[in-house]
């Protein structure tokens, strides 16, 4: 990692302004932000190694960093649009590209912390040490409650006790450097006794990732505050990951299409996100009003782009418009699609009442045993690339239907997927898939006949008819749960644990198979990894078949990386 | 009144002795099987025929009885009845209903033939075969009868699971079930006819959870009056199905039939079906309304 020497480089030495240390204005924050995400860059692989259990598997660093970089990007394109930014503004930019770029569960939780700050500081057009404990304390507040059941001993506990540092501090001294050295303290020492809170943790020889990540930020404040500015690498990507989903909305145009297509973005202070979204409806077709309170992404068809854009003032201020005749793009685009193709019969479009299908999943031949099963879209993703909110919301949005459901097939891409329900217009559910074995099994139990309600609770109790056994290469040593692995050996997984390890690739995977209760299943199906040995899938079927007879095995092309064997056993 | 026939054809799958006690007049289709052909269950029975198909050469072709064949059942009942009414497999499956339609026809005026399409097959339309006979026998005219067919065919459900999709693409019978071909993955889906063709309704992958579901669906009808549990050759799973349905129907109101050639040489070895009648009343429309 260079991410260290470019920071040091990169810093001021020596000059310390006071706005770094007293309070910071909205373009300081946005600065300090920017140098914590830079510096938490620095510490992805670190933390990325934090993990319980020695798989390729949840990679927390990355998926904090690529979330706060996410909420970063949107800050900054937020900020370039007024005049000098006020914190509060930052602060609720930053929340809306966190939510679109959440990668996993640390990711959704960051977002939380964020969207949090953002309400905490609303009003402040300066941040100093006050407002950052109270914001702070709301970000607490705020992920824990978004939480089912919250787990000590995770990023949940290091940002309520940081919160709880904060506003002790801010009480002697209200600025920033103080508070912040205070939370960064605290932070630290609640991180070193997570391993205490979780037994996972201390059985594993590790600190949570997720709350060590959480210091990290911190830390990358604390940085700005004595001195240093790191910068991230600049947006070359589409305009913040955000919402880019829309730009492709062209392509769902069809050739039939009249009038002008209408782009904006709408910000306001509490915009009412349901009201805006009936009134513009009613101006027009096509509508699309995604978003949260303090900004939304606004699509819309109409013959009348001038009452759609006088309505969205009357909430607030208007950025990015973009309006396009249809009437012409359509007529070229005829033209065009006329020129490539002979006229073909439509696709055979989906009734409105069908239910979409969506899966993440990564390697070829996972993604096509998923379609064969009837996912109508794969997102590409899975255990070590956690997709984004805003990847698997332009997937949904992509598809025909108005009613889709959600195979997350990752433990880690679950949070992300639930935040989708709330972003889109389609009724969107959530059966939460926890391996690609789990999805095969909900979609097998898809019942073409059935709502959206029944299929869902089928395919939710479908999960359980499977076990999910896996085959791959410990990242370290580790004893876990009893069962000891040095770094490189082969390891299998039943349902996400470990449960044995040794040299031979065969003998673990049997060891697995023996532990899944194969006498009371009929078919194991093998997906053949991009890490696998040619040899390996037919050695593993003979062990298994000479040991279990009754089984049928079936051995598919999986091609996911790191895993050698991913198995369904049902 | 009049007496009235009833006719049928041998996809009906009604095991003989019904046939007989009934009085129903079976025609059969005609089975190809490497270069041989044979009257469905009367040159070759269902077991015979489910030891030759793993065997075959080339997959197996069928094809619908003659109008002639038609015409001669028609002409030699005119001799002893009023009337016909005639059900036959689903015009969607076949081309057997198309056939009596042109024999009614080319006989019209002898006597009056109600030639209906059963939009099912094998005891899906079965059941409503021997509800036209028990009132035929009990001397209903041809209006009643037609009308209570109708009704009977509304009242049933059938629903099976095949080994593998294979024999339904290549006959291609395999109706809206093609969106579920082409998985690399095993499938042991679970189909149904629905308004005579065959539509997939979930992509199951083994056998257990395959008639288990099966058995969930029938169960979930309101009501049961009788039951048919079909096979082609593995006849396995019959008395778990018949077990897991005993409460829901008695043992002496289930039937347990063997598919024709015709319908086994379109599914192939391993397939399970069932069939549930709801009983005669009330008549369907009233029930929907």
Not at chain 1, 28 to 41: K, P
Request: net charge negative; proline share 5%; aromatic share 4%.
């Amino acid at each position: 990692m260079t991410g260290e020497g470019a920071a040091r480089a990169a810093s001021h030495a020596g000059t310390v302004d006071t706005e770094r240390t007293r309070w910071w204005s909205g373009r300081t924050l946005l600065q300090a932000l920017e140098t914590a995400a830079a510096h938490l860059e620095a510490h992805v692989a670190a933390i990325n190694a934090l993990n319980v259990f020695p798989v390729p598997d949840g990679d927390t660093g990355t998926n904090l960093f690529l979330t706060l970089q996410a909420a970063v990007r949107e800050a900054r394109r937020h900020a370039l649009d007024g005049q000098p930014p006020r914190a509060d503004e930052v602060l609720a930019g930053a929340a809306h590209g966190a939510l679109m770029g959440a990668r996993g569960n640390s990711g959704v939780i960051l977002y939380q912390i964020l969207a949090g700050m953002a309400e905490g500081s609303q009003g402040a057009s300066h941040l100093d040490g006050h407002v950052l404990a109270a914001s702070l304390r709301r970000g607490a507040d705020l992920a824990y409650r978004a939480v089912g059941q919250p787990v000590e001993g995770t990023m949940l506990t290091v940002i309520r006790e940081a919160a709880e540092a904060a506003e002790t501090a801010a009480v002697r001294d209200g600025s920033v450097a103080s508070v912040l050295a205070a939370a960064l303290d605290r932070a630290n020492d609640a991180v070193a006794r997570t391993p205490a809170l979780l037994d996972i943790l201390q059985q594993a020889g590790v600190v949570d990732a997720g709350g060590q990540g959480l210091a990290i930020l911190l830390g990358g404040l604390q940085r700005f505050v004595d001195g240093a500015t790191l910068a991230i690498s600049p947006a070359d990507a589409p305009p913040a990951a955000a919402m880019a989903f829309l730009d492709h909305l062209d392509e769902l145009h069809g050739t039939a299409e009249f009038g002008y297509c209408i782009n904006f973005l709408l910000s306001g202070d509490a915009l009412p996100v349901e009201e805006v979204r009936r009134r513009i409806a009613e101006l027009g077709t096509s509508t699309v009003a995604v978003g949260d309170a303090t900004m939304l992404k606004i699509h819309v068809h109409s013959d009348h782009p001038g009452a759609v854009l006088e309505l969205a003032l009357t909430y607030g201020e208007l950025h990015q418009v973009r309006i396009d005749n249809m009437t012409a793009q359509t007529r070229a685009l005829v033209e065009a699609r006329a020129a490539d193709h002979p006229p073909v019969p439509a696709a055979p479009t989906a009734a409105p009442t069908s239910i979409g299908l969506v899966a993440v999943a990564s390697g070829a031949g996972l993604t096509a045993a998923l379609r064969g099963m009837g996912a109508d879209a794969v997102v590409p993703g899975g255990p070590t690339v956690n997709p984004s909110t805003a990847e698997i919301l332009r997937a949904v949005e992509a598809l025909p239907h108005r009613e889709v459901i959600l195979l997350p097939n990752d433990p880690n891409v679950i949070p992300t997927a639930r935040q989708v329900e709330r972003l889109t217009e389609r009724i969107v559910r959530v059966v939460p898939s926890r391996s690609v074995p789990e999805g095969i099994s909900a979609l097998a139990a898809f019942n073409f006949d059935a709502g959206l309600d029944e299929n869902v609770a089928a395919m939710t109790e479908a999960l359980s008819m499977v076990r999910s056994l896996a085959l791959t290469r410990a990242t370290r040593a580790a004893e876990i749960d009893g069962v000891r692995v040095r770094a490189g050996q082969y390891i299998g997984l039943v349902d996400g644990r470990l449960r044995a390890a040794g040299d031979d690739a065969v003998s673990v995977t049997l060891a697995v198979v023996t532990q899944a209760q194969p006498e009371q299943a009929e078919l194991l199906t093998l997906f053949v990894g991009e890490p696998a040995a040619p040899d390996l899938a037919g050695s593993v079927a003979a062990a298994i078949g000479e040991a279990y007879p009754h089984l049928t095995i079936e051995v598919a092309a999986g091609d996911q990386p790191h895993y050698d064997l991913i198995m369904a056993l049902e | 009144m009049g007496r009235v026939a009833v006719v049928t054809d041998s996809t009906a799958d009604i095991p003989c002795e019904l046939i007989q006690r009934y009085d129903i007049h079976v025609v059969p289709l005609t089975v190809h099987i490497d270069g041989e052909v044979f009257e469905d269950r009367v040159t070759i029975t269902p077991e015979e025929f489910m030891r030759r198909l793993p065997h075959a050469a080339t997959f197996p072709t069928t094809s619908q009885p003659s109008v002639g064949r038609f015409q001669a059942v028609y002409n030699g009942l005119a001799d002893h009845y009023d009337a016909i009414v005639s059900i036959h497999i689903s015009s969607r499956l076949s081309g057997t209903y198309q056939s009596a339609l042109l024999a009614r026809d080319t006989i019209n005026g002898r006597m009056p033939i109600a030639v209906i399409d059963s939009r099912s097959a094998s005891m899906g339309m079965g059941f409503a075969v021997l509800r036209a006979a028990q009132m035929a026998q009990a001397g209903c005219d041809l209006a009643e009868i037609e009308r209570a067919t109708r009704q009977a065919l509304e009242a049933t459900h059938t629903v099976f699971l095949v080994d593998t999709l294979e024999y339904l693409r290549r006959g291609g019978r395999i109706g809206r079930a093609a969106e579920i071909v082409g998985s690399i993955l095993q499938l042991k889906p679970i189909l149904r006819l629905e308004e005579g063709v065959v539509v997939p309704f979930a992509r199951t992958r083994t056998r257990p959870k395959a008639t288990a579901g099966m058995i969930a669906l029938i169960r979930d009808l309101p009501t049961i009056d009788r039951l048919a549990i079909l096979t082609t050759s593995d006849t396995s799973d019959v008395e778990r199905v018949a077990e897991a349905l005993a409460d829901r129907c008695p043992r002496e109101r289930m039937l347990c039939c063997r598919i024709s050639p015709v319908l086994a040489a379109h599914l192939g070895p391993g397939t399970l079906g069932i069939v549930a009648y709801e009983g005669d009343g009330p008549p369907a429309a009233e029930a929907r309304a």
